[in-house]
């Protein structure tokens, strides 16, 4: 493969194959991870639920997110990627099978709750995509991994109500759950038997411990457990919107438990940290492959300021579109889509901007480029033209997204033996 190229219709490249193979996974577990929004009318109407019930939904399906992205990152670098994604694919298909056919919102809730875990799949591919692409050429190839597998919530939004109209009648939307459970439970299998974690004839490198992510100083090791704090305190936020003050899905005393539980949880993470680490406090030497902890925590930053701000965006826009241009639902939802629309192109593109000129520079004028954007989407009032206002948050987008690229163009190059971790951490 030529160093500078990337051919993504080379099926004779196993490299190609590969980054085929796994962007269509990850495509497929967002599928299944979203599959309940486009059809909440319909779950809503089956199931006679209250708008509070239906935000409980929606907070609980991103709740085991973010601690489920650690531990798959743990999981990956411990068992490879071959494994892991194709257990997560079958898993997924059957809690899809459960959410499809519960009976009760208690069993809706516990089945969307299990499903946040899927969305943990992303970490996967970036380990997986680092282990078949060269320097050169991983920028590009965890864009496109990104990027086009990004799109499966796009796809779920696009299909889902067709196929649930196409099995007809109030159940319909169960059927069209059940399909995306068949869709990962299949591919999960072939996934097994086609994908392999690396190379013929390469290593497979794995960290010397399991628990934690390896630091090189002790300064390292204590800005490392300041980092797993803010997760704890977003869970116990989410516990306390979900008590009985708020959206009255817990009670008190499982509220409570829930919190007691929490704190436990992070006492056991610091001792296991503290087992994979406890040689820099009985034989401090530099480490020989040692790197700077920093590293993740800008990359951790970086994509907490691009990605989460698309998150925000993509919520809101629909309705900016209809207060301030008097629109209807469908036609600010058509406009507002070409946010995320722009993902296609935009990661892949900030992969291979940071690929040809360099990952620091590229970061920076991306973030640069970002904050701009966002300035000028501020200034956006009922004056301007609509399609102006388009274009200028296409832009926007186009900035956002390409400092997603950029950031997972980095990870794997941080210490590839811990690459599932640090994008666990870092997503």
Partial sequence: MNSGKLNLLDFSN???????LTWVA?????????SHAPLLAAIKETFDLSQQQVKALMILNVALTIPARIVIGILVDKFGPRHVFSGLLVASSFICFLFASSTS??????????????????????????????????????????????????????????????????EGWRYAVACTGAL???????FYFKARNTPKGSTYFKPKKSGGLEVTTKKDFFFYLAMNVPMYIALAV???????DNLKLLS???????????????????????????????????????????????????????????????????????DTFGLDAVKAGLLASGFAFMNLAARPGGGWISDKFGRKKTMSILVAGLAVGYLVLSQIDGSWWIWVAVVATMCCSFFVQAGEGAVFAMVPLVQRRMTGQIAGMAG
């Fill in 14 to 20: 196993p490299s190609i194959r590969t980054l085929h």
């Fill in 26 to 34: 990850f495509f497929i577990t967002f599928v299944v991870w979203f």
């Fill in 105 to 170: 919102y208690e069993m809706l809730a516990l089945s969307r709750f299990m499903l946040g875990f899927v969305g943990a799949g992303f970490v996967i591919g970036i380990r997986l995509v680092g282990e078949w692409f060269p320097a050169k050429q991983v920028g590009l190839a965890e864009g496109v991994y990104g990027g086009w597998g990004n799109f499966g919530s796009a796809a779920a939004a696009m299909t889902l109500p067709t196929i649930a109209l196409l099995f007809g009648g109030p």
């Fill in 184 to 190: 990962a439970l299949v591919y999960g299998v072939f």
């Fill in 238 to 244: 989410l516990t306390w919107k979900l008590g009985p």
């Fill in 252 to 322: 008190g005393g499982a509220a409570v438990a829930l919190w007691v539980g929490l704190v436990a949880l992070f006492v056991f993470q610091v001792t296991q940290i503290y087992k994979v680490n406890s040689h820099l406090f009985t034989d401090p030497q530099p480490q020989p492959e040692g790197y700077k902890f920093k590293q993740v925590a800008v990359l951790d930053w970086a994509y907490f300021v691009t990605f989460g701000s698309e998150l925000a965006v993509v919520s809101m826009l629909p309705l900016f579109f209809m």
